[in-house]
């Protein structure tokens, strides 16, 4: 079974940055893809950032200049750097991966969500 620990949220004010961790953990696996996803209060919930196996990335438009999404394969870790953050940018953030487990293939495995919250 592979689990999934978020760290890096928390309160800032507004043009500060965070840095979003997702630490993948288990048994004989390697991560195939990763992404961020937020919810805010009363809102939908949006796709952040995804990155493949390959490193092909994708962002949303309301991030895209201030957001990173990165990978560590070695420790198993996905990033999600956010500079010059909004108070729009205030949600819970969710990581999801998607793995390998030998030769199986598990999809959509998440965190626990972090809040980050961005003050004005």
């Known amino acids: 079974q592979v689990q999934l620990v978020e760290s890096g949220g928390g309160l800032v004010q507004a043009g500060e940055s965070l840095r979003l961790s997702c630490a993948a953990s288990?048994?004989?696996?390697?991560?195939?893809?990763a992404g961020w996803y937020r919810q805010a209060a009363g809102k939908q919930r949006e796709l952040v950032a995804h990155i493949t196996s390959s490193g092909s990335i994708n962002y949303a438009d309301s991030v895209k200049g201030r957001f990173t999404i990165s990978r560590d394969n070695a420790k198993n870790t996905v990033f999600l750097q956010m500079n010059s953050l909004k108070p729009e940018d205030t949600a819970v953030y969710s990581c999801?991966?998607?793995?390998?487990?030998?030769?199986?293939?598990?999809?959509?495995?998440w965190g626990q969500g972090t809040q980050v919250t961005v003050s004005s």
């Open positions: 999801y991966v998607n793995v390998w487990v030998t030769t199986v293939r598990l999809e959509n495995i």
């Open positions: 288990g048994r004989d696996f390697s991560i195939d893809s």
